[in-house]
């Protein structure tokens, strides 16, 4: 049986396929530690892909079912000015209704349990009410 995407899928694309699985094989210190901190639904029960590319931008991390992108990067990405594929690649995500934070990399080798509690904090960001509850 094959499989046939959809015109409008944006995840996985195959043109990024090779570049992703490059990724995946050479991540950095926070990127491994990270990893082993969230595969096998380890947080709260939630499934993480590594290196998800939605589009042509690759992701450090992504929970499907939170629509939630996890970037960590070093001290550069967090100057006044972060470079423009950051900013597009933000903007990217966001239109097509995907959340993406970011952490450094020193945060999350030296401050695990801080960086944790930031992601369950955006856990069903996209389902909250904008109306007030009877």
């Not at 029960?45 to 290196?51: A, D, H, T």
């Not at 939630?68 to 900013?87: K, M, Q, S, T, V």
Request: proline share 4%.
């Amino acid at each position: 049986m094959t499989f046939k995407r959809s015109r409008t899928d944006i995840h996985t694309l195959p043109q990024v396929a090779k570049f992703r699985d490059k990724l995946r094989k050479n991540l950095t210190p926070a990127e491994a530690a990270f990893w082993n901190l969230v595969k096998n639904s380890r947080l709260d029960g939630r499934k993480f892909r590594r290196q998800h590319s939605i589009g042509k931008y690759i992701f450090d991390f992504y929970c499907p079912s939170e629509k939630l992108a996890i970037e960590l990067d070093g001290a550069l990405h967090f100057a006044d000015h972060p470079g423009l594929n950051d900013r597009s690649k933000r903007t990217y995500a966001e239109r097509h209704g995907i959340r993406v934070i970011r952490f450094e990399n020193k945060l999350v080798l030296e401050d695990t349990e801080w960086v944790l509690d930031v992601i369950r904090s955006h856990f069903g960001w996209w389902n909250e009410r904008t109306t007030p509850s009877d």
